[in-house]
């Protein structure tokens, strides 16, 4: 008998389930992705604030003001950073600074504000109750103090 537009093709359940299986596993790993997505959307943000915590642990300030004006080489030009310098860096950051000698950091949370063209990272410093509030550009993962409060839960 000619195939014509009124025979169906044989109704096959093996293929039929296959294919069933196959749109659940890809809507599942789709949906698994858009969370992993969402979950990780600040890690970028929160990958340098952790590293800029990491050199001054290691009391390694010259590295931390690299991060901090994301220039490493930054010492060979550093009257490019005339608007926050080393000295008043080492000032605010160094041993004397306001968090005193970083022995322990912990990133607590991250969040963009609405319009924000960058990330505040809340980070608890040496334990105490008082976070630090970092302000990262998505742009180039330059820090700076952070404008916005940032509660964490």
Known sequence: MPDTI???????P?????RKILIIVAICVLVAAAVLVWWFRYWPEEHVVDRFFDALQAKDYKTAYGIWQHDPQWEQHPQAHSAYPFHDFYRDWG??????????HEVQCSAAPPGGNGVVVVV????????????????????TFSPFEVLCR
């Open 6 to 12: 009124f025979t169906a093709p044989q109704y096959n």
């Open 124 to 143: 608890t410093v040496n334990g105490r109750a008082e976070k630090a509030r970092l302000w990262v550009l998505k742009a180039d993962k330059t820090l």
């Open 95 to 104: 041993p004397g600074g306001d968090w005193g000698l970083i022995k322990e």
């Open 14 to 18: 093996a293929r039929e389930r296959k």
